[in-house]
């Protein structure tokens, strides 16, 4: 099954769902297997955790519908399961007011454990905008991330893209929150 077969979206709806997204070793599990269907091992291999933990995760996901077995083989009498994503984006709930999204938690903790010397572009920048330019700059946003993702070749190193824009609070919430 290649990634042209998956349906585009999968919303998470149960917190069943929210709880296996919300663990660090299964978001690195879906990155591994966001490009190719991989078995327990090569999976292991990849995320750089035992078997046992490896299959433990990918039961959990499986079981919340995120990863789904796409074919199996047999090797030696056992049968070989290759797991795939069960979509190519996961969409998340609101979190809330006060809920930091889990996927931005994910990537400031992808980000910290990348290679110091690797090339990174990161970028904030606070800007003033009307209704129509920010839902403009989310759309355009977004169409960019799936032009390149259209683009994206399994044979090349992998590279992460997480944009947040949002509305931040005022200084009045903010200051009313902390107190």
Avoid: C, W
């Avoid at 091992?41 to 035992?50: D, H, N, P």
């Avoid at 007011?97 to 290679?115: S, T």
């Amino acid at each position: 099954m290649s990634t042209d077969d998956l349906p585009e979206t999968f919303h998470v709806t149960t917190d069943e769902q929210l709880r296996a997204v919300s663990n660090l070793t299964r978001h690195r599990i879906m990155a591994a297997l966001r490009f190719e269907p991989a078995t327990i091992t090569q999976i292991a291999e990849q995320v750089g955790l035992a078997k046992g933990s490896s299959s433990y995760h990918v039961r959990l996901l499986e079981r919340a519908g995120l990863v789904k077995v796409v074919r199996t083989r047999k090797v030696r009498g056992v049968t070989e399961r290759y797991y795939a994503m069960a979509a190519r984006a996961i969409a998340l709930p609101d979190p809330g007011e006060g809920g930091p999204d889990v996927l931005m938690r994910h990537a400031v903790a992808d980000l910290e454990a990348a290679p110091a010397d690797g090339e990174r572009h990161v970028r904030m920048a606070h800007l003033r905008l009307t209704d129509e330019q920010f839902a403009e700059l989310g759309a355009r946003l977004q169409a960019l991330t799936d032009e390149y993702r259209e683009l994206s070749d399994p044979s090349l190193p992998d590279a992460s893209l997480v944009f947040a824009l949002f509305h931040p609070a005022s200084r009045e919430q903010a200051e009313g929150g902390a107190k």
